[in-house]
């Protein structure tokens, strides 16, 4: 079965630092997602990417987050200037290009801990 | 009030039992509909599509109610295996999907 593959399973970074969070997504999907998860908490929406471009993103998306596709391959998140409270596991997700109805393929996730 | 709102739980039902569970979401303008489920530290994986008509998979049963904006599942004979978190998920575009905060099932021998 087709995966959606992230990298590093666990990031470890000293407050301040930017980290740069790594997602191959199934090759034939074209909507990327990243999603995070705070411990204890809900799947919370950050960005949509298609095309090339951000269709969407949260208000937890902000000046210090980015997201590009280097190489028609990778899907990465860079966050530039981290905080404790981006400590999270952060998701990647894809879909189909028109199977608005099928839902989401999840990356097994990236474990950030900011100290 | 929250986008999609679930049953806070936690469940705890023996091996056999049915349970059922219930989300209500605010948007009327949604259009798409899921249930995943979440094991402790991992992704969520996709259980299933919701449909207005009701769709069934195996021991799994998902109902849709648009005029009440509420989406139900319901697990028939329970598996020690079915433990996990269940996510209620709402699609309003392609752009993002809105998840419940989930409600957590054991089940016991």
């Known amino acids: 079965e087709p995966e959606v593959t992230q990298t590093p399973s666990h990031q470890v970074t000293q407050m301040g630092q930017e980290v740069i969070l790594r997602c191959v997504p199934i090759?034939?999907?074209?909507?990327f997602y990243w999603y995070r998860q705070i411990l204890g908490q809900k799947v919370e929406f950050l960005v949509s990417?298609?095309?090339?471009?951000?269709?969407?993103k949260s208000e937890i998306f902000d000046d210090q987050f980015s997201v590009e596709r280097p190489d028609g391959s990778n899907f990465t998140l860079k966050i530039r200037s981290t905080k404790l409270e981006d400590s999270a596991m952060y998701f990647c997700?894809?879909?189909?290009?028109?199977?608005?109805?099928?839902?989401?393929?999840f990356g097994s996730g990236t474990r950030l801990t900011v100290v | 009030r929250k986008e999609v709102e679930q049953d806070p739980g936690p469940f705890n039902v023996p091996e056999g039992a049915t349970v059922a569970f219930n989300c209500t979401y605010s948007n009327s303008a949604s259009q798409s509909f899921f249930w995943y489920r979440q094991d402790c530290r991992k992704e969520p994986k996709l259980l299933m599509s919701?449909?207005?008509s009701g769709n069934e998979d195996g021991r799994f049963t998902a109902q849709l109610n648009r005029a009440s904006q509420y989406i139900s599942l319901l697990i028939r004979d329970s598996k020690l295996s079915d433990s996990a978190t269940y996510l209620c998920?709402?699609?309003?575009?392609?752009?993002?999907?809105?998840f419940g905060d989930g409600t957590t099932l054991t089940v016991k021998p």
């Open positions: 919701v449909y207005s």
């Open positions: 998920v709402v699609n309003t575009n392609a752009g993002k999907s809105t």
């Open positions: 990417f298609y095309n090339n471009e951000i269709s969407e």
């Open positions: 090759s034939n999907h074209l909507y």
């Open positions: 997700a894809s879909r189909e290009q028109g199977a608005f109805n099928y839902g989401y393929t």
